[in-house]
């Protein structure tokens, strides 16, 4: 059995005369924080939807927790918080959450210690008693996010979760993700705050049309390419020519050094300064933003 908690092949759909999703083929690990990007029309929602097995796919292959996707023993395992998510307003949050524990097949035991703890945790424990027809549209989120963890899954789907939340609610958005991975739960995160989404995801997927087009690790920049700022004095401008070995677009304009290169060969790159007689002061790598790589992959109009 594969050891990758999602794995597409090919994975497709067609609505009529529209591919929804074209070709899907994605590998997320355990433990992950996987974020799946892409602009509005994309296929995000419609490909989160075949790997719950809400939707059938047209052509394809989906693997969910190791079983085919959709299968009932996989969707217990499975916590899902959707961006558009409509409760019964006559419930109370422990009503709620006691009515999706027990379609995940947990005992009513389990629930009287779980759902107290959950409430506790998304800062509800004041609203126990009210209506969800009373809730404001950031207390509906934080029932739906303790909702998707009701059932202590093994990987969670979070669509847009820090919709209608105040920053002290993001903080909190990020900080049971990170609970959540450290108890060994895999995420997959679905987001438009691309800054979210770069504090939290070790890896994102950027979907275009339909496809995935590109993969990148968040976590680990020592093989992505910076710009990096250096302020070096008496520095030959023979020596110039040598940084070619490590670095593109390399320009001095008095003190400033300017270059294009890998992390990982910043500490070769100052040695080789240093050889050469300059004084290094300062080395500055400036990382391209999630943004910045967004509009690079997707394009500004997203393909559309």
Not at 80 to 107: K, V
Not at 179 to 208: I, Q, W
Not at 221 to 231: F, H, I, L, N, Y
Request: with cysteine.
């Amino acid at each position: 059995m594969s050891e990758l908690v999602i794995e597409t092949r090919d994975l497709r759909k067609v609505f009529g005369n529209k591919v929804a999703v074209h070709n899907l083929t994605l590998e997320v690990g355990p433990g992950e924080v996987f974020g799946f990007l892409g602009p509005n029309g994309a296929g995000k929602s419609t490909s989160v939807k075949m790997l719950l097995g809400l939707v059938r796919s047209t052509s394809g292959q989906a693997r969910v927790l190791g079983r085919p996707a959709g299968e009932t023993a996989a969707r217990r395992r499975v916590g899902f918080l959707p961006e558009h998510f409509r409760f019964y307003d006559w419930l109370t949050p422990g009503e709620l959450l006691e009515l999706h524990g027990r379609l995940c097949g947990m005992s009513r035991a389990r629930l009287r210690e779980r759902i107290p703890q959950l409430l506790d945790l998304v800062g509800l424990e004041p609203h126990a008693g009210k209506r969800l027809g009373e809730f404001s549209k950031g207390m509906l989120q934080r029932i739906g996010l303790a909702q998707a963890l009701v059932n202590e899954p093994d990987l969670l789907f979070l669509d847009e979760p820090t919709s209608g939340l105040d920053p002290l609610g993001r903080r909190l958005v990020r900080d049971i993700i990170a609970a959540e991975c450290e108890r060994g739960a895999t995420v997959f995160l679905n987001s438009h705050l691309l800054g979210e989404v770069e504090m939290t995801c070790d890896r994102v997927a950027f979907l275009k049309q339909g496809e995935v087009v590109a993969t990148k690790a968040l976590r680990d920049g020592s093989a992505e390419e910076s710009t990096v700022e250096a302020r070096v004095a008496r520095l030959p401008a023979e020596a110039l020519g040598g940084l070619d070995r490590w670095a593109n677009a390399v320009r001095l304009q008095g003190e400033r050094l300017t270059f294009e290169a890998r992390t990982a060969d910043l500490p070769e790159i100052v040695r080789y300064l240093a050889a050469q007689g300059a004084d290094v002061y300062r080395i500055a790598p400036r990382q391209r933003s999630l943004e910045d790589l967004f509009l690079e992959i997707v394009g500004e109009d997203g393909g559309l």
